[in-house]
């Protein structure tokens, strides 16, 4: 009867510890009630947004309010560079018709992209694009958490109307953005 007693607390015990460990050394996911959508800041500090992992929003009627937004884990604060990646077939024109706003928290930055760098076979853009990457401008980000990222541009294009289809208004789509530390 003694042993019986003895066994009993002993297995409640280690179900107790492995019940308590087991996610531990991992990120938030559905199961705990947070999102598994989340975008996590990566090691060297660089933030990267890819249109197909954000939430988007598209305006038939007035394209200039077609906007992107993701939900970002920042673990660093401080000031980065912000760079827009842009599929193409003009490597001279992104065609960008307004400027692009990006805004996290109460800061945001606007610009209008240019071609500042030509990336050709890029693993992200097929045969006849190519993708040009922008650089946009610096911004300040103090605090450290969880943020809503939010792009605003007329190239944040549905899916469905770039599909490798060319007309004219369709020479630039935005890819992606990226959060790159300014290291002093």
Same mark, same amino acid.
């Given at each position: 009867m003694r042993r019986g007693f003895f066994y009993l607390p002993a297995i409640v015990f280690v179900?107790?510890?492995i019940a308590s460990c087991t996610g531990s050394g991992k990120?938030?996911?559905? &199961? *705990?009630?947070? @999102?598994?959508?989340?975008?996590?800041q990566q090691p060297d500090g660089t933030i990267s947004l890819h249109l197909d992992k954000a939430d988007c929003y598209s !305006?038939?009627? *007035?394209? @200039? $309010? *077609? &906007?992107a937004e993701w939900d970002v884990v920042v673990s660093r604060s401080g000031r980065y560079n912000v760079w827009l990646s842009s599929a193409t077939l003009d490597t001279t024109d992104l065609n960008y018709k307004n400027k692009v706003m990006?805004?996290?928290q109460d800061t945001r930055i606007e610009g209008?992209? $240019?071609c500042d760098r030509i990336v050709r076979n890029a693993e !992200?853009?097929?045969y006849p694009y190519y993708r040009a990457d922008s650089f946009i401008g610096s911004m300040y980000i103090k605090d450290t958490g969880e943020f809503q990222i939010q792009v605003i541009s007329e190239?944040?294009?549905?899916k469905e109307k770039?599909?490798?289809?060319? =007309?004219? $208004? !369709?020479? @630039?789509?935005?890819? =992606?953005? @990226?959060f790159t530390p300014v290291k002093r």
């Open positions: 179900f107790a510890i990120r938030p996911d559905s &199961t *705990n009630g947070l @999102s598994i959508n989340k975008i996590w !305006d038939v009627a *007035n394209p @200039s $309010e *077609n &906007t990006i805004s996290v209008l992209p $240019e !992200d853009v097929a190239q944040i294009l549905p770039f599909n490798g289809d060319v =007309s004219g $208004e !369709d020479l @630039s789509k935005l890819l =992606s953005v @990226s």
